[in-house]
């Protein structure tokens, strides 16, 4: 008979290896599914995994979009990661994300055309960190003060922030000069507003670097500083945490704060870079595949770093199976969403033993 | 601007209709919860469930079939999620994030060749002359079978509850699952079947989506619907009755602001989107705000149960 037996503590071995396992083992059921779907699996993770980083063809092009497309990723999964310790469930990240870009973007659409840099893009971040935290402190404040559920509340906020960007861009931001196209102003063409790529060749733009400087923060705080250790003590043992004086109250405000101004700043970096414009389609999932990342990471910033990249790649490998392969875009998501089954599953592992056999007698 | 279009016989008639996918998922979600299990992944049971049956229905042209196979597909899903979490203890809100992320890509790829079909339809139930009757015949007698099924439900759900040994044992796993344990039922085994019950429901109510009320398949056609489903199980502060009229209350807000469009309020068609939404937030606040009925709450709820622990 098999059984578990909890671990005393959990194995700091297993801990590092279920991400590795999780990912070995969604390549092979990944393979099997793309077998189903007629391709060839090893050619089709071949293209994924490989073909992006090492193809002479592909690389130049691809190797630069590692770094846009994990920006965000990383920048939004440091931030739930902190929430996400302490029991806090910010599941709205890509409503905060869009609220983020709104507010900054209409920062820098007041300003048209005027030119000063110096100004207007500090301006912008400010503005775009602040919507997306004042965003999330709709849950914050209604869970502390209502004690209303935050997850139910920051996931349907999606849902409106979705509906307010579809406004944003077919009314008050709309380019006066689009011929009524929806949409807005390119902010990359206009130079006070643009984020631009700061070491040419390498997609490193404004928002790489902020999620940098979040990886370290994020580490010096959750090792070194009493907010990282009380958010992981009202996670474990809520009881004892209230013992030890933490207030959950003002540790939800402060985590929520932190994951919906980041989401906001995810946002501004994204439409003033590589999306360029607010246009009605402009969210792609950011904020929900950023869950996923901050899970592979184990919610610790180093292991969220590795996350992003490696799910950036799988965006940008994705990308290229759909071209070369025709591999449909949805088996992507679904390979995704697996990534996290299969690290929930095989997390069994860093927290409990297996026993083969019967029970011993006490 | 033009208010007289809006006909209260037909809204209400339309609300029920509107309410329905929503009020299975919420009433499958509530015996999961009863059963102390917090599934979130009804969004990705939902959609998938709305996928499934939409393939099967026009592939074999019977919407029955298509029906049978929603259920299946919800409640194999949701079985993931309930080896997930009951034999493997992994994070319930975790899991059920991952279920619905996991849901969403499935049904995209399932769906793709599926776009821009009609899928076979379904008829009313024929009442006879009942449904003649001057406004009660419209909003009592003119619908579909699952309709009437979602209502005969509710109150199967309620007398299970209440007054079978079955919906005791139920709600003894979710209030106290040592204590459940220690007196011999299988904790695990009835908390996978709540699991399995509430992706059938779940998966149900995704294809009266797909098949019945647009009926068409769009990716991420559900829209937030399960997440509402799980926000009415709050609002319903875990009974069957409220559960109806949440579903109810949430179909006839988003039944009233396709109307007011239609009849060209004065008000941007986003803003109107937006406000069921809203209004379910709003609701959420009312019903957490007061702690008593907080307490209705199984006392379980999400928590891992392990026996040796």
Redo the contacts between chains.
């Keep these: 008979m098999i059984r578990l037996e909890r671990r005393p503590t959990p194995s700091r071995l297993w801990a590092a290896a279920t991400p590795i396992l999780a990912v070995v083992l969604t390549m092979i059921a990944g393979g099997i599914l793309f077998a189903i779907l007629g391709k060839d699996p090893l050619e089709a993770i071949r293209t994924i995994f490989w073909d992006p980083l090492f193809n002479e063809q592909f690389a130049s092009y691809s190797r630069p979009q590692l770094l846009v497309k994990a920006g965000p990723l990383i920048l939004i999964a440091i931030g739930l990661s902190l929430g996400f310790r302490a029991g806090v469930w910010n599941i709205g990240a890509e409503g905060q994300y869009i609220i983020g870009a709104i507010c900054g973007a209409a920062v820098g659409l007041a300003f048209y055309p005027m030119e000063a840099r110096w100004m207007i893009f500090p301006l912008m971040v400010i503005a775009g960190g602040l919507g997306g935290l004042l965003w999330a402190m709709i849950p914050a404040i209604l869970r502390t003060r209502f004690n209303t559920n935050e997850i139910l509340v920051s996931l349907l906020l999606v849902y409106v922030a979705e509906q307010l960007l579809a406004s944003m861009a077919l009314g008050a931001l709309r380019n006066p000069e689009g011929g009524g196209f929806p949409g807005s102003r390119n902010l990359q063409q206009y130079p006070s507003a643009a984020n631009v790529e700061l070491i040419s060749g390498t997609g490193m733009h404004w928002g790489v670097a902020a999620a940098f400087i979040a990886v370290i923060v994020a580490y010096v705080l959750l090792t070194r500083h009493t907010l990282g250790f009380q958010a992981r003590l009202l996670g474990q043992s809520p009881r004892a945490a209230r013992f030890a004086g933490v207030s959950p109250n003002r540790l939800v405000l402060i985590c929520m704060a932190i994951s919906g101004g980041l989401a906001g700043l995810a946002g501004l970096f994204e439409v003033t870079g590589p999306a360029g414009q607010i246009s009605i389609d402009f969210n792609s999932g950011y904020g929900f595949t950023a869950i996923i990342v901050a899970f592979l990471g184990r919610l610790h910033p180093i292991g969220i770093l590795l996350a992003g990249l490696l799910m950036a790649l799988t965006y940008i490998g994705g990308e290229l199976a759909q071209f070369m392969l025709g591999l449909p875009s949805a088996a992507i998501q679904l390979f995704q969403g697996m990534l996290l089954f299969f690290l929930l599953a095989v997390d069994v592992l860093s927290n409990f033993r297996i026993r083969i056999g019967r029970r011993e007698v006490a | 601007m033009d208010f007289s279009a809006i006909n209260p016989t037909v809204l209400i008639a339309s609300l029920m209709v509107a309410s329905t996918p929503i009020l299975l998922a919420a009433l499958g979600e509530l015996i999961v919860e009863k059963a102390g299990v917090l599934n979130?992944g009804v969004e990705g049971m939902m959609i998938t469930g709305a996928v499934c049956g939409f393939a099967v229905a026009v592939e074999s042209g019977s919407p029955w079939l298509g029906f049978l196979a929603a259920m299946a597909g919800g409640a194999v899903l949701a079985l993931?999620f309930g080896v997930?979490t009951q034999l493997?203890?992994?994070?319930q809100?975790?899991?059920g994030?991952?279920?619905t992320?996991?849901?969403?890509?499935?049904s995209?790829?399932i769906g793709?060749g599926y776009i821009g079909i009609k899928p076979p339809p379904v008829g009313d139930v024929n009442f006879g002359p009942l449904a003649d009757i001057p406004v009660l015949g419209r909003i009592l007698f003119r619908h579909d079978i699952i309709v009437y099924f979602s209502l005969a439900m509710v109150a199967g759900t309620w007398w299970w509850l209440k007054s079978t040994r079955a919906g005791l044992i139920l709600r003894a796993v979710g209030e106290s699952h040592e204590a459940a344990h220690a007196l011999g039922y299988n904790v695990i085994g009835i908390r996978l079947a709540a699991i399995a019950f509430g992706g059938a429901m779940a998966g149900l109510g995704g294809a009266y989506l797909s098949l019945i009320r647009v009926p068409q398949w769009t990716?991420g056609m559900t829209?937030?619907a399960g997440?509402?489903a799980?926000?009415i199980v709050?609002f319903a502060s875990w009974r069957a009755g409220r559960v109806l009229l949440g579903a109810y209350l949430f179909g006839g807000v988003t039944v009233l602001q396709l109307n007011l469009q239609a009849a060209g309020l004065a008000v941007?068609v986003?803003?109107l989107?937006?406000s069921p939404?809203?209004i379910?937030?709003l609701v959420?606040?009312i019903m957490?705000?007061d702690?008593r009925k907080?307490l209705g709450a199984p006392a379980s709820l999400g928590r891992v149960f392990?026996a040796?622990?």
């Design positions: 979130l993931l997930l493997l203890l992994s994070n809100v975790a899991t994030l991952a279920l992320l996991f849901g969403l890509g499935l995209a790829l793709q990716e829209a937030g997440w509402i799980l926000a709050v941007p986003e803003y989107s937006m939404y809203l379910t937030i959420l606040v957490s705000s702690r907080a392990h040796s622990s």
